[in-house]
């Protein structure tokens, strides 16, 4: 069992930026594709970004594309996801989510463990 934490949530304003990180202490983290999502409230999860397992691919959702980049860490058991510019509408928890060497997908079938989420909160 693949056991995700997220961190970096938080409170910010309009225009402000956030970086959330999904950390495990799987040995093979590196074969495993991560993808975000978030679900805000009375939502559907909706997917954000992915990542592939080789790093060499990523993947993002319209609402996010060009305020967004997701990484692999240095380390190698996290991936990050810099929001910028980010909106009001950006307010969710945001989960992470893994799978072990699949293509880069945004459909949350696709993943087979997820984090508990972290917060964030953009106030206008």
């Known amino acids: 069992q693949v056991q995700l934490v997220e961190s970096g949530g938080g409170s910010v304003q309009t225009g402000g930026s956030l970086r959330l990180a999904c950390a495990t202490s799987e040995r093979t983290f590196s074969s495993y594709t991560v993808g975000w999502f978030r679900r805000a409230p009375g939502e559907e999860r909706e997917f954000v970004a992915a990542i592939s397992w080789s790093g060499g691919s990523t993947y993002y959702a319209d609402s996010v594309k060009g305020r967004s980049t997701i990484s692999r860490g240095n380390a190698k058991n996290t991936v990050d996801l810099q929001l910028n510019s980010l909106k009001p509408e950006d307010t969710a928890v945001y989960y992470c989510?893994?799978?072990?060497?699949?293509?880069?997908?945004?459909?949350?079938?696709?993943?087979?463990?997820w984090g508990q989420g972290t917060q964030v909160t953009v106030s206008s």
């Open positions: 989510a893994a799978a072990l060497i699949r293509p880069v997908g945004a459909a949350p079938t696709e993943y087979d463990y």
